[in-house]
Structures are given as C-alpha cells and as structure tokens.
C-alpha cells in the first residue's frame, strides 16, 4: 500500500515534518525551592505599585532580588559560590 492511499501514513508525514519548538524553562526548574514569609501593610502597598500590571518585575521577583542581594552582602560563602559560576549565573 502506498503513502498516498493510507489515511495513517499521510497524517503522520505533516506531524513528523513539524520541528519542535524550543521551550521556555518552568519557573519550577529555574528556581525549585519556594519560601514564603510575611511583609507589613506598607511593604505590600510598595510592592502593588511597583510590580503593577505594565511593571518589568513581579513581586517574587523583587523578593528573589532582595534575598540575592542580602545574601551576597552576608555570607562569604553564598558569595564565592555565586561567582565561580560566572558572572551571568546569579544564584
């Protein structure tokens, strides 16, 4: 039986053609730990007005910036393992 005559093989030449599209890595493997933890009335009004709907940053954003920064500051260790990894890699 020929391609052209087999309903299967003629739908499955279009799908094997298609070249997958490369994904965006899951927030989930990018950063697998989740902490959570409590701000004032006035830390979270910040946090509305700065990681609005346009905003470049989201609220774990700025939380995940903030730690980064404290840590850096604060453990030599934190510090030497961020830079061995190079520049770019930042926690």
Request: glycine share 6%.
């Amino acid at each position: 039986m020929s391609a052209l005559t087999d309903p299967q093989a003629a739908a499955a030449a279009p799908a094997a053609a298609r070249n997958p599209a490369k994904q965006r890595a899951k927030p989930i493997e990018r950063f697998p730990l989740k902490y959570h933890f409590a701000i004032t009335l006035a830390m979270g009004d910040s946090l509305k007005r700065l990681t609005g709907c346009n905003a470049l940053l989201s609220e774990s954003d700025v939380g995940r910036l903030a730690l980064h920064s404290y840590l850096l500051a604060n453990d030599p260790i934190y510090f030497r393992t961020v830079n061995s990894n190079g520049a770019g890699n930042h926690g």
